[in-house]
């Protein structure tokens, strides 16, 4: 990943918006502008939902295609991975998984696991 890449990435994912978007699309992944901008009615504008879309295409977090008059969208994680995969091992994030799922635990939120073909071998 490049560094402006990098940027763009950790820029369009510093915005609490943004983020609730892309936890929107990754539950409905393929839904158009307008069904995402019904979501973040009273609190933006769909103009604003647009700008917000505009900085999340350039950290390549969002993929749209344009069919007919619809713009579909998709969460794409790829960056979030690479981010990940830049700053953790595999035995680190063994550990960081597990904590994690402590949090939740405590926290009493649902947690989900890693399949185990994921894992790389880890108990």
């Not at 990435?9 to 892309?22: V, Y």
């Not at 307008?34 to 504008?45: I, N, R, V």
């Not at 402590?102 to 399949?115: F, R």
Request: aromatic residues 8%; contains cysteine.
């Amino acid at each position: 990943m490049q560094p402006d890449e990098l940027d763009a990435a950790f820029h369009a994912l510093a915005s609490e918006p943004r983020r609730r978007m892309l936890d929107w699309l990754q539950r409905q992944p393929g839904c158009n502008v307008a069904q995402l901008a019904a979501q973040f009615e009273g609190e933006l504008s769909r103009f604003g939902v647009m700008k917000h879309l505009q900085v999340l295409e350039r950290g390549n977090l969002v993929v749209s295609i344009k069919e007919g008059r619809e713009r579909l969208l998709w969460f794409n994680a790829v960056p979030i991975q690479l981010i990940h995969e830049r700053w953790t091992t595999d035995y680190s994030a063994y550990w960081s998984a597990r904590l994690t799922k402590l949090k939740y635990s405590a926290e009493g939120a649902e947690v989900h696991s890693l399949p185990r073909q994921q894992r790389k071998g880890l108990p």
